[in-house]
């Protein structure tokens, strides 16, 4: 009679501390104000134990696998070429778009900055005394999202020594979308890193950000932060592309702070990486600011994808509306965990939020777990969730057709992820992502 | 419906605060240990298995936690409660031979008239133990058995031993282990193989003791192919000092049987509630939970369905209303663990007056459960800007061939439809009580026509003063 | 004087004033019409005559039989005997027809006697049944939930339905003709006709003569940018079905 219905826990070990830490000493930089974050942020990482099932937004999520021994840490020399690159991938989609690289390996960092002059906009690294961010900025890096957050996220503000910075001037629209690209170059590479998106008063930007390693089979362990703020009236289309190596661990943290009035257009596409932990919170702060999320998590093999998301409506008449479409193949296992919170002040308030989920294999193993928290009668909050697999009268219509039960398939499924693309609002690189990653995708998956 | 409105006219909420003057047989000493569950054991003339059983399970409560998450539990002072309160020493079923005072509780809550009108069977249970208990003589004929948990345990120990603790094992959760130490009362309830019982059978409980525990014990067994509809409800006057609630029950859902359990929980606002409520459901049973949750001060509590053969079913039907320092945290558990089950759970919640109302669910997918189906629809209502409403639905899934769809909505009473009401001359207490009472509509249509109205009734009892 | 008496009306929806200055009176035992082209402020007057909150009245005055109402509730000026026929009524999911109709009538009986113990089940079933009949509904309508998957024409008759049931003594229809095809059309009018009375005065609004084909209106107004431009008999309406509001001096 008796049944056993919770999932087993896997017995854990404890996890082992990299190798690096204890020997790690900062080399100080010319900005007293980010050695000190990085000072504390040490301390904060050596404080904190890893995560466990105990850990609040870590529940079900499992380190094990993870060889903490084997990485190493990039080495803290930058270099700068002020020369514009073209990547393959955005010239091809897009004309004039401002194209610009990192690339993090055994001997650095080294940094390709687009021919930038007159745009308003500032890029490079926190670090290099070339390129000067207003200080205002500079101290926004390490205030949005906190190194106590948890150890990983103190890992980044730890070990990076340098932050990225695209900063936007007041009223400065940027037509041409920015392409920005970091390279994980080596096998077992840790890439601690650290960025910050600054768009001030009514400035207007779309930003394409992809991490990509430099070869599928190497073994890449990164995490890193996101800290994006958004001024009263500023404008952010964000397109985060997420394609390191199936090799790969991939822990990352991001927040938007959203002032009055501020617009922010968000697109996760998370594909490559054998095991990613994903946090992202919006904090609309300001009245009418307003944030659009979408999420495409395709995981497949025996990928590892844990996300958690959380709109706060803190400003009166807010609005957000979060999609994530997960397809599910082999034996692969994701997670999502929203939350809506509602905060007593923030009246008129309208939060949304949708998880649909495409299964294609039995093995797969799907959570959707949706939340509100509301503490105030005057909005409009509700949440959907659907977990299904292909429907067989779409197949046999499809079939009745002339299109192959296979095709059939690859059919049901693009226009399933259609629903996700069609959220992006430039088509150009609605086009890219389409043609690039979900074709390919596709084709590997069925 | 509405017919029968006059009916009922007159329950009032102090049809349910008044007090009795405390007269009982035995009263165990205020907190808990082996001395006072070995009382409890003595007093019911036990077999030594549940002498042991009890303790065992008394060890199990003790080294387990309090729950972290739910309600806030601090009010709760578990040294400071009365575990066992023993009314009189016989178990009744003629009103008549009830002791006189407590036979007025009864008549007070309209309990000897409902069961003359439409009910199959009824139980009593007044503190700690059943007064009363009484089933139609042609159900009795036919072998359906509705008996107090005890009168089960001594006059089909077999039976009884065969099934208790098989749905809710003690080492479930830190209450289920407490209830397994302590209980006493509840209902013991077998239906033969294809027998229809059309009537509900109820069972009412009822709190007179200040810093009292409650914690009866049910078992319901639906043979294959048979039908039965339970219904408790349950009151308490109103006390400065706490007192607490905690049963657990059993049901076990035969092939082809059809279980409906009824909950209109009514408790005083001094009663913590915490309760364990599980159901197995076998090959194409079907088994649906209808809770109303009014009252309490806190509620836990999360009616679950085991779907364990194929093509079983599973419903919910929840309603809570949470005013005045009111912590309504339920909701509803389906795990489908085998192929073709089916589930669906419906929640409607109501917060007011700072009360705040948590639904909080499972929809679990076994590997096994191929062509599983499930449905979740969450809907809340907050009525003003000082309630909250907390939605937490979890969806897990292991299987491919599923189909599992999940809608929740807050939203506060539309102003375009006060309007309407009002432009028809309805006052702005009323239009919101109106729009309540249509808000909960799929859920009082579920019940049987008498609750319905009382439903109704207790709705506009709780708007009363609403609206400025 | 018996009826409705709006006396130079400004209203302002969100800061914009919509409607400059209206006059307008309509005694009881009359029926008039207003006509307009859309966005002319004629369901703006309707609601601010039922005294929607979004509509705020800036100067002006409206009696209803000698009385002035702005400062009531909606409730109370139904209680007055004023009545709205949406033009979009909403749904009231899970709350039946019968049981909104009933719980109205034992709303405005109380507003007069306030220990009114409720209409009898039967006589109120009694009377519904009879005012359904009239309007050519079936009976099963009673236990749909109001207005929730209505068409159209569902939702324009049980509006009427409501005004045969509370039987008010100023009814404002709002493009009660709207989404009506000829039959429902003709049924509805006739329905309105019936309820006529020298007690009841009837103001419509619409775009069109067809209903008025029915209604019979003692005077036609005329409404253009929030202002009444110009009124008369019944043949006005007949020029505009004619020439339009082209003719109409603006």
């Not at chain 1, 896997?10 to 000190?36: C, I, Q, R, T, Y």
């Not at chain 1, 077992?188 to 950000?209: D, G």
């Not at chain 2, 194929?310 to 039907?317: I, K, T, V």
């Amino acid at each position: 009679m008796k049944q056993t219905t919770s999932v087993p826990i896997e017995a854990s070990k404890p996890m082992n501390e990299f190798s690096f830490v204890d020997s790690f000493v900062p080399v100080p930089g010319h900005l007293s104000f980010l050695n000190d974050l990085q000072a504390r942020a040490l301390e904060t990482y050596r404080s904190l134990p890893f995560p466990d099932e105990t850990t609040s937004g870590w529940h079900k999520v499992s380190l094990q696998g993870l060889s903490s021994q084997s990485y190493h840490l990039p080495a803290t020399s930058i270099a700068c070429e002020p020369e514009r690159v073209g990547v393959e991938l955005a010239t091809k989609y897009a004309k004039q778009m401002l194209c610009c690289r990192q690339i993090v390996s055994q001997q650095g960092r080294r940094v390709n900055v687009p021919a930038i002059q007159g745009t308003g906009l500032s890029f490079g690294l926190s670090s290099d005394p070339a390129v000067a961010f207003p200080e205002k900025i500079i101290q926004k890096i390490g205030q949005i999202v906190p190194a106590v957050s948890d150890k990983f996220t103190a890992f980044g503000y730890a070990f990076a020594s340098t932050s990225t910075v695209f900063y936007l001037a007041e009223d400065q629209v940027l037509k041409a979308p920015v392409f920005y690209q970091e390279i994980q170059q080596g096998n077992h590479l840790a890439v601690p890193s650290t960025t910050l998106i600054y768009l001030a008063r009514n400035s207007s930007a779309t930003l394409v950000r992809q991490r990509i390693s430099d070869d599928p089979s190497h073994d890449q362990f990164s995490a890193g932060v996101l800290e994006v703020h958004l001024e009263e009236g500023a404008h952010l289309d964000l397109l985060d592309l997420n394609g390191v190596s199936s090799q790969s661990w991939d822990f990352q943290n991001q927040k938007v702070i959203l002032e009055k009035d501020a617009v922010l257009n968000e697109f996760t596409l998370l594909h490559s990486p054998g095991f990613s932990k994903y946090r992202m919170q919006a904090d609309l702060a300001g009245k009418g600011s307003q944030a659009n999320i979408t999420g495409l998590f395709l995981p497949a093999g025996k990928q590892r994808f844990y996300m958690d998301t959380h709109q706060n409506h803190l400003g009166e008449n807010t609005v957000s509306d979060l999609q994530y479409r997960g397809v599910m193949d082999g034996e692969s296992q994701s997670r999502w965990e929203g939350m809506i919170y509602v905060d007593p002040k923030a009246l008129r308030a309208d939060g949304y939020q949708a998880n649909h989920n495409l299964i294609l294999s039995r093995s797969a193993k799907v959570d959707a777990i949706p939340g509100l928290e509301i503490l105030t009668d005057d909005v409009r909050c509700s949440h959907g969730v659907t977990v299904t697999n292909i429907d067989p009268e779409q197949q046999f219509y499809l079939t009745s057709r002339g299109i192959p039960g296979k095709e059939g398939v690859e059919l049901i499924v693009s226009g399933f992820i259609q629903k996700a693309l069609d959220r992006v609002s430039l088509d150009s690189l609605r086009q890219m992502i389409a043609e690039e990653f979900i074709s390919r995708i596709n084709k590997t998956m069925l | 419906m509405s017919e029968q409105e006059d009916v009922l006219r007159g329950i009032e909420p102090q049809r349910y605060d008044f007090k009795d003057p405390e007269k009982y047989v035995f009263k165990s000493r205020k907190g808990l240990d082996a001395e006072v569950v070995g009382q409890i054991s003595a007093h019911k003339e036990e077999p030594q298995w549940m002498r042991e059983n009890r303790l065992k399970a008394l060890q199990q409560f003790n080294a387990m936690p309090m729950p972290s998450w739910g309600v806030d539990l601090q009010g709760l002072d578990l040294d400071d409660l009365y575990y066992y309160v023993k009314p009189t020493d016989e178990i009744q079923n003629d009103w008549d031979e009830i002791p006189e005072a407590i036979k007025n509780t009864f008549n007070r809550l309209g309990i000897p008239e409902a069961e003359q009108k439409f009910l199959a069977g009824v139980g009593a249970q007044y503190e700690s133990e059943m007064v009363y208990h009484n089933i139609q003589k042609q159900l009795e004929n036919q072998g359906v058995i509705f008996l107090s948990i005890e009168e089960g345990l001594r006059q089909h120990p077999d039976l009884f031993k065969q099934y208790f603790g098989t749905v809710v094992p003690f080492t479930d959760n830190k209450f289920a282990a407490l209830n397994t130490a302590v209980w006493s009362g509840g209902s013991f309830v077998y239906i033969p193989p294809f027998v229809k019982v059309e009537l509900p059978l109820q069972a009412y409980f009822r709190l007179n003791t200040a810093s009292i525990g409650q914690f009866e014990r049910s078992i319901i067994i639906a043979d294959e192919g048979s039908q039965v509809h339970y219904v408790e409800g349950c009151t308490a006057p109103q006390y400065s000092k706490n007192s607490f609630h905690s049963g657990v029950i059993e049901i076990i859902v035969k092939k082809g049987a059809r279980v409906r359990y009824t909950t209109i929980q009514n408790w005083s606002t001094n009663v913590y509630n915490l309760v364990t409520q599980r159901a197995m459901v076998h090959e194409e049973g079907t088994m649906e939970w209808v809770d109303s949750n009014l009252g309490s001060k806190a509620t836990m509590k999360y009616p679950a369905c085991y779907l364990v053969g194929p093509h079983a079913h599973g419903e919910m039907l929840s309603m809570a209303f949470a005013g005045r320092g009111q912590d309504q945290d339920t909701g509803g558990k389906m795990l489908h663990l085998a192929e073709d089950t089916t589930s669906k759970i419906t929640s409607k919640s109501i917060s007011k007056d700072g009360g705040r109302s948590s639904f909080r669910g499972l929809v679990y997918v076994d590997k096994k459960a191929e062509s599983a189906k499930a449905k979740v629809v969450c809907d809340a209502l907050i009525l003003d800007g000082k309630s909250r409403s907390d939605t937490y639905p979890h969806i897990e899934n292991r299987a491919e061939n599923v189909s599992i769809g999940h809608e929740a909505s807050v939203s506060k009473v539309g102003e375009e439809q006060l309007f309407y009401l009002t432009s028809r001359g309805l006052s702005e207490e009323e239009a919101t009580t109106m729009v309540i009472s249509g808000f909960i509509e799929p859920l009082v249509k579920e019940l049987p026509m008498e609750y319905a109205v009382e439903m109704n009734r207790l709705i506009q009892l709780q708007m009363e003063g609403a609206v400025g | 004087m018996i009826g409705l008496e709006i006396k130079d009306l400004h209203v302002q929806v969100e800061d914009v004033e919509i409607l400059h200055g209206i006059n307008l009176i309509v005694p009881a035992g009359e029926v008039h019409a207003i006509m307009g082209p859309n966005g002319t402020g004629k369901s703006t007057l309707a609601y601010t005559l039922m005294g929607h909150p979004k509509y705020q009245v800036t100067s002006g005055e409206v009696l209803l039989d000698g009385r002035s109402i702005l400062a009531l509730s909606p409730e109370a000026r139904s209680h007055a005997g004023l009545f709205l026929a949406f033009q979009y009524p909403v749904a009231i999911p899970g709350v039946t027809v019968a049981n909104f109709l009933r719980t109205a009538i034992n709303a405005h009986r109380k507003a007069v006697d306030p220990n009114y113990h409720g209409i009898p089940i039967p006589e109120f079933r009694k009377i519904m049944l009879e005012k359904m009949k009239l309007l050519e509904m079936d009976q099963k309508m009673g236990g749909r939930y109001l207005n929730d998957g209505f068409s159209g024409g569902e939702k324009k008759r049980v509006e009427i339905l409501q005004m045969a049931m509370l039987e008010p003594t100023m009814a404002v229809l709002d493009e009660t003709d709207s989404g009506l095809d000829i039959d429902a059309l003709r049924i509805v009018s006739e329905g309105i006709n019936t309820l006529k009375s020298n007690r009841l005065g009837i103001l419509v609004i619409t775009h069109y003569q067809r209903m008025l084909n029915y209604l019979k209106p003692d005077i036609v107004h005329v409404m253009v940018d929030g202002k009444i431009v110009e009124s008369g008999g019944p043949e006005l309406a007949l020029q505009l079905e004619e020439e339009g509001y082209r003719g109409v001096k603006a």
